[in-house]
């Protein structure tokens, strides 16, 4: 598996890149009312409107700091109904770039009910490094009102 490295409060985390369109810089997000601190905002994206979760905001109840390694990293996400909508990963650290050396993921043995998208981990020599799991990033009652069916 190939991944898209990035930290949350200095610690690796992970990203399978098959879910993964695109990493772009940090932009300025329109916010939105009435939603979770972890939705960052929306932003325009090839000509349609993406919700932003912050990563850092998520995992560890504070925002994303702007750096200049701070980036969106445009994911594929599927609504109820299994249609594709794309979703913007506000993460910090992520000019880290792509590992394919991972090495033997395993589970944590711990279980994370209120952060079921927290994968298997990879030890490594200088760490290790935690997958998030994409699908299960957004609750399926917020999932429903970010996105909403036409």
Do not use: N, W
């Not at 932003?52 to 390694?69: E, I, K, M, N």
Request: charged letters at 20%.
């Amino acid at each position: 598996m190939t991944v898209l490295l990035f930290e949350v409060a200095r610690q690796r985390y992970g990203l399978d890149v098959s879910q993964i369109i695109e990493v772009v810089p940090a932009v300025r997000l329109r916010s939105i009312p009435g939603v979770p601190p972890y939705v960052a905002g929306i932003m325009q994206y090839r000509g349609s409107l993406a919700p932003v979760l912050d990563v850092s905001q998520l995992l560890c109840g504070t925002p994303a700091t702007p750096r200049f390694s701070t980036r969106l990293v445009m994911v594929r996400h599927y609504t109820t109904s299994r249609t594709e909508r794309v979703l913007g990963l506000l993460v910090e650290r992520a000019t880290q770039g792509v590992s394919d050396e991972l090495g033997d993921l395993m589970s944590s043995g711990i279980a994370t009910p209120d952060q079921p998208f927290l994968g298997k981990i990879a030890l490594q020599r200088d760490g290790s490094v935690q997958l998030l799991t994409v699908e299960r990033l957004i609750p399926e009652e917020l999932r429903a009102r970010l996105f909403v069916e036409s």
